[in-house]
């Protein structure tokens, strides 16, 4: 009888075992992991963060939920990208991200296995990131948006706006992957318009304020700032100095425009971002990067300052003001 009662025992403890709970590491999968690789500071390009997580939760991913993101920023030290591309790697997130052209080259050096998706203003097969856009094989696609292209069209509509200008200058970074490419079109352009152009290089702090005293030792009438992650963190101070100086200015930023910049002209990157972010929520479904063509936004705006035109002594042409998508008052 004793023995029964012991195997009774032993088979009800055996059940009540099987219908315990699991721990809670056991209930939850783990929740993958995006690596996101910035080449400035975080807070500069919180706009299209967010943009990049409204593409996510478009694919149906919430950080907190259902992923989780490493972040890494370069602070536009773009000499740091390549070793936090690797420590991300070596995290074995499930997606790296690579937010602009410079981060999304150290990616692609990086890694031929972890799956890459890119946001870069730059042509992605020039710059050696993919094989075509419609076919980008191996690991890697992304978003590619207009800027690289647009170069032209800033010299072209600041002569607009100051027809009399017979020399500009153009605001760079050499170590931006796009530069030589940039550089070239912007002088092509200017000779076209009969102006003389001078490139400046700024790639770390000192330079910009090299750059901007060299505007007014150059007597130069009008400035195109070409976008790049570390000229865009420093925006404001670019604007405000061009203003004081009396040196119209043209950007590729919104940002900069507000800031006091004369115009602006530039494809959308909040549009490019929350493309990546979508991109990047099929990846982790399990789409590869090979199958998914390199998207192209297309979007650009055209934003002008009359504010800053006032204290510059300029006004618009009508038929200039009537292409703007914002007028800043």
Do not use: C, I, Y
């Given at each position: 009888m004793l023995d029964l009662r012991r195997r009774d025992f032993i088979t009800l403890l055996g059940g009540a075992a099987a219908a315990w709970p699991l721990p809670a590491s056991a209930q939850q999968p783990t929740m993958p992991v995006i690596g996101l690789l910035g080449s400035t500071a975080a807070a500069q390009w919180e706009p299209y963060v967010a943009a990049f997580l409204q593409g996510l939760s478009?694919?149906?991913f919430v950080v907190g939920r259902n992923v989780t993101i490493e972040y890494r920023w370069a602070e536009g030290e773009y000499g740091r990208l390549p070793t936090m591309a690797t420590d991300l790697i070596q995290h074995q997130v499930n997606v790296l991200a690579a937010l602009t052209t410079p981060a999304a080259?150290?990616?692609?050096a990086a890694t031929a296995t972890t799956p890459i998706v890119f946001t870069t203003i730059g042509d992605p097969v020039q710059i050696g990131l993919v094989a075509s856009l419609r076919r980008p094989g191996?690991?890697?696609t992304g978003v590619t948006y207009l800027n690289v292209e647009l170069g032209p069209k800033l010299v072209q509509l600041l002569h607009e706006a100051v027809p009399t200008v017979s020399t500009m200058a153009a605001l760079v970074n050499p170590a931006n992957p796009n530069a030589d490419i940039i550089s070239r079109d912007l002088q092509v352009a200017a000779k076209m318009l009969g102006l003389e152009l001078h490139v400046l290089n700024a790639s770390i702090d000192r330079d910009i304020d090299t750059?901007?005293?060299?505007?007014?030792?150059l007597r130069v009438g009008g400035l195109v700032v070409v976008t790049d992650a570390f000229i865009n963190s420093r925006g404001e101070q670019v604007a405000a100095r061009a203003l004081r100086d009396k040196v119209p200015a043209i950007f590729q930023s919104r940002?900069?425009?507000?800031?006091?910049g004369l115009m602006s002209y530039a494809g959308s990157a909040s549009d490019a971002y929350r493309q990546a972010g979508v991109y990047t929520g099929r990846v982790l479904k399990?789409?590869?990067p090979a199958d998914l063509p390199v998207q192209q936004s297309t979007k650009v705006e055209l934003i002008v300052n009359?504010?800053?035109?006032?204290?510059?002594g300029l006004s618009f042409?009508?038929?200039?003001?009537?292409?703007?998508?914002e007028v800043i008052e």
């Open positions: 478009d694919a149906d080259v150290a990616a692609k191996a690991n890697v750059a901007l005293s060299a505007l007014v030792q940002a900069f425009a507000a800031a006091g399990g789409e590869k009359l504010k800053t035109a006032k204290a510059l042409p009508l038929s200039l003001l009537g292409r703007a998508d």
